[in-house]
């Protein structure tokens, strides 16, 4: 079974514009999650969403948001880039929402802000 | 979700057991252990899980103490490729609301050739 998938792997913005980061989960798995992860803030919470719902959001301003599509694909953007946006964004995927269910990540896109 | 205690670095010699140790005093009754382990620069790996009884699978054993304050994650025969930052995580069971992850600084495992 094929893993999470993450596009693009790599990403150079300058600040000011706006980036849109795709996640495919793993086939069967209906929730989506997505992190951040930096070097001094470690990994955070940006949201989940399941069935075309967002369920849970973390503590990051409006500038960030998400959707999730009928087939669980799920896409994350970031307006008004700023320099403290780049970081490693995770995706996981998991079988459902609520739970002990683990989750699957991608591997990830690594985003500079200029 | 309750907080964990991880020592911040290992060694292990390679083809030797690793074993990680993790405190989670304040665990409550519904809460599981996790593992989880990042090489560098990939996405987090999940390893395995448990409640209170020992578990096993493919990549690692998982054992839990009595009174479930403190587990261990067992490598039964590091390699190389297994150098990378173990998580250990506490959280909700079944049923619970909370479903977002939190890292803590977990334990860098490096296994020596």
């Known amino acids: 079974k094929a893993g999470v998938t993450q596009t693009p792997r790599y990403l150079i913005k300058t600040r000011g514009q706006q980036v849109t980061l795709s996640c495919s989960p793993i086939?069967?798995?209906?929730?989506v999650s997505w992190y951040q992860q930096t070097p001094g803030q470690g990994l955070q919470f940006l949201f989940e969403y399941f069935s075309e719902t967002q369920r849970n959001k973390g503590n990051f301003p409006g500038r960030f948001s998400g959707r999730q599509f009928s087939n669980s694909r799920s896409e994350m953007n970031v307006s008004t880039l700023e320099l403290g946006d780049s970081a490693l964004y995770l995706c996981?995927?998991?079988?459902?929402?609520?739970?002990?269910?683990?989750?699957?990540f991608g591997p990830g896109t690594r985003l500079t802000v200029t | 979700d309750a907080k964990t205690t991880q020592p911040p670095s290992m060694d292990c010699a390679e083809g030797r057991a690793a074993n990680l140790p993790c405190n989670h005093s304040t665990i409550s009754g519904n809460e599981y252990v996790y593992w989880y382990r990042q090489i560098h620069s990939q996405g987090p790996q999940y390893i395995i899980h448990?409640?209170?009884n020992n578990e096993t699978n493919e990549m690692a054993s998982l054992i839990i103490t009595e009174d479930r304050k403190s587990s261990t994650l067992i490598l039964p025969h590091a390699t190389l490729r297994d150098t990378a930052v173990y998580y250990c995580?506490?959280?909700?069971?079944?049923?619970?609301?909370?479903?977002?992850?939190?890292f803590g600084s977990g334990t860098q495992l490096t296994v020596l050739p």
């Open positions: 086939s069967g798995h209906r929730s």
């Open positions: 996981a995927s998991s079988l459902t929402s609520g739970g002990s269910y683990e989750q699957y």
């Open positions: 995580i506490v959280r909700a069971g079944p049923g619970g609301s909370a479903r977002q992850l939190t």
């Open positions: 448990g409640l209170k």
